[in-house]
């Protein structure tokens, strides 16, 4: 483990590099190499969401980030009518949407960047016990920073050492379920009424979401092609259909609602440039993906979902079932994506 004066030196020697592949450069995590920058340009701040909340409203317009190994989602809006929860915070409105887990909020900082030009980059940055990002508040132009300072003071934590101490990062669970359960879950699928029981459904089974759509079959799955992600953005790019996409990480979930113009592949990356929403995906991550198929009182909800190859959910695309026409368009979309015909049951 690198000292704190190490890892500025190695900062000062590298000055371009993205602090995450700095921090995989010298073998720490992403929160480790900004605490050694405390007191030039770093602030420790708690990272108690009751805390951060109603002080990011202060700065009006920002950008909310939240990423994955294999995606990142970028929105920008205000951060109004937070809600307060023991398991979940949330945040909802028409530009920003999160669910934010607060027992992996653990490690907070107010970061000041100098970039090429002069300009300085302010930003609230929040880490799990790992180290590793959960949830950035980026400042933009057309932010409001006058509160900065008055922000700052307010979140600001007192213990400002250099050095942090993490956890060792957890693994991602990979496919979880026995098919000896198959006919229960089958069973118990038929019952459902929200996507919001899926999770605790999950729970009972003693399954997850990989291990359920490996073993489900049709109706309720429908195996495609790695590729189906790329050609489902390309569909809908600039068509006007409104989609949900969903990205997360163990502490929080950025969901965009809403129409896409702007889709530019690059390389392994799939990337939405919006003025609004960017998304960066690796396509090259992604080594399941399944049309799943859940009931609710509304209607039928049919997601697309990407897994990487260690069981990573990478992200998830739905429908927006609301606006007229909108669910149908949706799902004729869906039938014209790559794989196979069914998933036969296990």
């Not at 920002?62 to 205000?78: H, P, Q, Y």
């Not at 945040?91 to 490690?107: A, G, S, T, Y």
């Not at 600039?238 to 502490?251: E, H, Q």
């Not at 509304?298 to 997601?303: I, L, M, R, T, V």
């Amino acid at each position: 483990m690198p000292t704190p004066e190490n890892i500025r030196a190695a900062r000062l020697d590298q000055p371009k590099l993205r602090e995450r592949d700095l921090s995989d450069q010298l073998g720490i995590s992403e929160a480790q190499l900004l605490a050694a920058h405390c007191g030039q340009g770093v602030t420790r701040i708690t990272a108690d969401l009751e805390r951060i909340m109603p002080q990011v409203e202060n700065f009006g317009d920002v950008m909310a980030l939240t990423r994955n190994e294999s995606c990142v989602i970028e929105k920008t809006g205000k951060y109004g009518t937070y809600r307060s929860g023991g398991h979940a915070g949330m945040i909802l409105n028409e530009e920003i949407d999160l669910r934010m887990f607060p027992k992996n909020w653990v490690h907070g900082f107010a970061v000041e960047k100098t970039l090429d030009g002069g300009a300085t980059r302010r930003s609230l940055q929040i880490f799990d016990a790992a180290g590793d990002a959960v949830h950035k508040i980026f400042l933009k132009d057309i932010s409001d920073s006058t509160p900065w300072e008055g922000v700052v003071a307010e979140l600001r934590a007192a213990d400002q050492d250099p050095s942090l101490t993490v956890s060792a990062r957890q693994p991602v669970d990979p496919a979880k379920g026995d098919p000896e359960d198959a006919a229960k879950l089958r069973t118990a699928w038929d019952g459902l009424t929200d996507t919001h029981q899926f999770q605790p459904l999950m729970r009972k089974l003693k399954m997850n979401r990989l291990g359920a759509y490996r073993m489900a079959g049709a109706p309720y799955v429908r195996k495609l092609d790695t590729s189906a992600v790329s050609v489902l953005l390309e569909k809908v790019a600039g068509s006007g259909l409104p989609i949900m996409v969903f990205v997360g990480n163990v502490g929080c979930i950025e969901i965009h609602t809403g129409r896409f113009e702007t889709l530019k592949p690059m390389g392994p990356w799939l990337n939405i440039l919006d003025p609004r929403f960017n998304l960066h995906l690796r396509a090259d991550h992604i080594a399941e993906v399944y049309q799943v198929t859940k009931s609710t009182r509304w209607g039928d909800a049919n997601s697309v979902e990407a897994f990487g190859a260690d069981g990573l959910l990478i992200a998830q695309f739905f429908g927006v079932l609301a606006e007229p026409g909108a669910a149908e368009k949706w799902n004729a979309l869906l039938a014209e994506l790559p794989g196979e015909k069914q998933v036969e049951p296990v």
